[in-house]
């Protein structure tokens, strides 16, 4: 018989090891059920081949609005047809609106944003250089990176940038009553309606929104209200994941000198690539399960799925699992970390994850070299971390230099 | 007598492509994605042997298990 192990979930990290995985009960086993706030068991998948077989399989569906469906909290359950964007959908629904965004965050157009991204990166940094200590740098770096960049990627135009920011930090941010994130939701839905039907009468600016207005909206495959959802899903997507890895990085980095060194003396550019692969893999920020409903009876690891029940799939469980990385406790930078499953796996693997890596790599090469001395201004221990949030992180990094 | 060398076929399903990026990234000369839409294509369906590797890479890594190997 299946047991049911009991503990409340989400499980938060712990606040003396914050940058280890939250305890999943015994780690690395068969799947098995978890009990949830709302008395239902679904299964809880942790060890990395069950992670990947099941995110690949098309049998376990995401969409929240099919019974048996995992949701975290009532609200969450009662926002279910809400919650039906391009990251809860099936194919070939789901398969639809991903090819109409897939061109614009391809390798080799996103590699061409380099020269861009490394602007971004060296004229925030020449502004917290100039700035008192100790100084941010999650709102002189790792959040402001990520909107500049998306903005790019959307074609956001430089005067709008700073409301965009504005808005885009509202709507993600955690002090905010849920009367002023609804207030900025609205108005970054209406902003980019407005954006969307502005580029849809101009001449084509090669940017994403204006293609999905050239593209999209003229052929009436999209209403201009649908793109800026989409645009919007993705910045979300985009901004609070970057934002905390670059946070959680640096943080991680400046715990492991030895391995610091090793990726602010290198002139190699596939030494930094290394060490954000293992970035990914060892912080995994995206955290606490991505939610699966099967459509299906589904056999995995020595376990039957039946049709109807709920899964919890880990991912930061699974890059931890020893099976798959040897030593995978361990921050090692010159580890092959391919295959983590911090980006998810299956259709719904990370769209953005190029742009992600260009990011980091970018910052991973140009903070620690300009910054050699860049230390952290208060205990690692009582770093505000986001524990109780989605998307890892720490909400703020005093550091001074 | 030595073993005849086995070639390696590539396949590759474009219905299933998510245009997640990873063969490219991993065998750059074996795939490569439209400029249209970012779907995979496939350059050479029987690469060199000495791409075994970085195309069993990009299999594996393929988020949609839309690339098939066989030998």
Not at chain 1, 40 to 54: A, E, F, G, M
Not at chain 1, 151 to 176: D, I, N
Not at chain 1, 186 to 211: C, H
Request: glycine share 6%; aromatic share 4%; net charge negative.
């Amino acid at each position: 018989m299946t047991e049911t192990i009991e503990f409340d979930f989400p499980p938060n990290r712990d606040a003396m090891c914050p940058i280890e995985p939250a305890r999943y009960g015994e780690m690395g086993g068969h799947p098995k059920r978890v009990r949830f706030w709302d008395g239902s068991t679904p299964w809880l998948i942790t060890r990395y081949q069950d992670v990947h077989d099941i995110l690949a399989d098309a049998r376990a569906s995401s969409d929240p609005t099919i019974p048996g469906y995992p949701d975290f909290t009532a609200a969450s359950a009662a926002a279910a047809e809400q919650r039906r964007t391009i990251v809860a959908l099936d194919d070939p629904e789901h398969a639809v609106l991903r090819r109409m965004l897939i061109a614009d965050f391809m390798p080799k157009r996103i590699e061409a944003m380099r020269p861009t991204v490394q602007a971004i990166v060296d004229s925030l940094i020449d502004d917290m250089l100039a700035g008192p200590q100790p100084a941010d740098l999650v709102s002189a770096l790792a959040l402001p990176v990520p909107s500049l960049v998306i903005c790019e990627v959307l074609g956001v135009p430089a005067t709008e940038r700073e409301r965009f920011q504005h808005l885009a930090g509202v709507t993600g941010a955690t002090e905010a009553t849920v009367t002023e994130v609804v207030a900025a939701h609205d108005e970054l839905i209406a902003f980019l309606t407005d954006l969307t039907l502005e580029k849809a009468s101009s001449v084509p600016t090669g940017d994403l929104l204006s293609r999905l207005a050239h593209e999209q909206l003229t052929t009436g495959a999209l209403s201009a209200n649908e793109i800026a959802k989409l645009a919007k899903v993705l910045l979300i997507a985009g901004h609070d994941t970057s934002a905390g890895m670059i946070g959680l990085g640096t943080v991680a980095l400046l715990k492991n000198p030895d391995q610091l060194k090793i990726v602010r003396d290198s002139q190699d550019p596939r030494v930094v690539s290394s060490a954000v692969e293992e970035l990914l893999r060892y912080l995994t920020i995206v955290h606490r399960g991505r939610r699966r409903v099967a459509l299906e009876d589904i056999e995995l690891g020595g376990e039957l799925i039946r049709a109807g029940e709920g899964m919890i799939v880990v991912l930061e469980t699974a890059n931890r699992d020893e099976q798959q990385f040897k030593n995978a406790n361990v921050l090692d930078v010159q580890r092959d970390s391919h295959g983590h499953m911090a980006f998810g796996f299956g259709i719904h693997q990370c769209l953005g994850q190029s742009l992600a890596r260009l990011e980091l790599e970018v910052v991973n090469s140009t903070l620690f070299r300009r910054i050699p001395t860049l230390a952290l201004a208060v205990p690692y221990e009582s770093l505000p971390y986001r524990h109780d949030q989605f998307n890892y992180g720490v909400h703020c990094l005093p550091v001074t230099w | 007598m030595a073993e005849k060398e086995v070639q390696m076929r590539v396949q590759l399903d474009q219905e299933k492509c998510v245009g997640a990026g990873q063969c490219v990234m991993n065998a750059p000369s074996v795939f490569d994605q439209r400029d249209s839409d970012g779907i995979a294509v496939l350059l050479n369906n029987e690469p060199a042997s000495d791409l075994d590797a970085d195309v069993r890479t990009a299999a594996a890594l393929c988020p949609a298990l839309a690339i098939q190997l066989s030998d």
